[in-house]
């Protein structure tokens, strides 16, 4: 029976170290793990729960080994922060669940992945890297803009005030986002057709997408936007509908296209926006997507989609021993 050891960032373990609300915000809450764990024991596998990049470190020095990490760690700090853990089992050889430190750490820095993309002709929203207050004149493109930290998640740094119009709001955004986050600021193109939520699961040629789901602010939320504040609390404030038809087809199509040309791997999800004229662009990607069953977008999206969680961590787990054990 394969022994799969359990990565993973626990959030109240980083509250109790005195970490905020927002910096935590990525990390798991212990019903996410028990939920991973008692699926994976259903699906016939051994579980061994590791913790994070620090506690796994301590156990590989003790001698300790799995057949395959099912790794969900999102790091603290710095771009490679989501790279640790599979730097770290590459180099004590052990396979595990989900994509590479090259993948984890290329699309954390959202505009590095953007010119991935850009370069294999997938239309994204045009942009620019505001590193330090000095570069905000510097920005060229036409209102209106929406203006984000370059490598958060969980749509951190991002509310009502990320839609800016003119220079002065621009200005104000960007100084805000570099003192609070310190880190670059992207400046994007703002697109105002729908925003998508595209799964996927699989690898290269076998990837194939699961689901695409549209995103519907109520009346309660914080306007335009899909942000921290919507997310945490989206049972008040959000509504999620299944996309089918030909906007599912053009819509699959370029995050399809994103997933195989950045080589993400097992299972995750794509944030895809169109255009005035509906043509869909790629905006990011999360190759360590949310898994509480009932609160992360891709459990929500496959739920939608006819799958059960079981279903899912099934066919990502499928993914991943077909990657690794290729004979079995």
Not at 189 to 199: D, S
Request: hydrophobic share 40%; aromatic share 8%.
């Amino acid at each position: 029976m394969t022994l799969v050891g359990m990565t993973y960032d626990l959030r109240t373990d980083y509250l109790r170290e005195g970490y905020t609300e927002e910096e935590t915000a990525e990390f798991d809450q212990p019903a996410t793990i028990d939920a991973i764990e008692e699926t994976l024991l259903a699906l016939g596998y051994r579980t061994d729960r590791i913790g994070h990049v620090r506690s796994l470190a301590q156990r590989l020095v003790a001698g300790d080994r799995w057949d395959l990490v099912f790794n969900i760690a999102e790091g603290l700090k710095g771009y490679g922060r989501e790279a640790q853990v599979p730097c770290l089992l590459d180099a004590y050889g052990i396979p595990y669940v989900f994509s590479d430190p090259l993948v984890l750490s290329l699309t954390l820095h959202k505009a590095m992945a953007k010119r991935v993309v850009r370069d294999l002709g997938i239309p994204t929203p045009d942009f620019a890297v505001v590193d330090d207050a000095s570069d905000i004149a510097g920005v060229s493109l036409p209102y209106p803009l929406f203006v984000k930290p370059v490598s958060e998640g969980t749509g951190k740094g991002i509310d009502a005030k990320s839609i800016v119009r003119n220079a002065e709001e621009l200005d104000r955004r960007c100084r805000f986002l570099l003192e609070t986050f310190s880190q670059p600021v992207l400046v994007e193109t703002y697109l105002p057709g729908r925003e998508f939520t595209v799964g996927i699961i699989g690898t290269g040629r076998r990837a194939r997408v699961i689901g695409v789901m549209e995103v519907h602010l109520r009346e309660t939320a914080e306007k335009g936007v899909y942000s921290l504040m919507n997310k945490e609390h989206c049972e008040e404030h959000v509504d999620y509908t299944l996309v089918t038809g030909e906007e599912a087809d053009r819509v699959s199509s370029v995050a399809l296209a994103a997933w195989r040309g950045l080589e993400c791997r097992d299972g995750g999800r794509l944030d895809i926006r169109a255009d005035a004229s509906g043509a869909p662009h790629f905006l990011e990607v999360n190759p360590l997507a949310g898994l509480h069953p009932t609160h992360s977008d891709l459990p929500i999206l496959a739920t939608l989609a006819g799958l059960s969680y079981r279903d899912l961590i099934g066919l990502i787990m499928a993914s991943a021993e077909q990657r690794v054990f290729p004979g079995r």
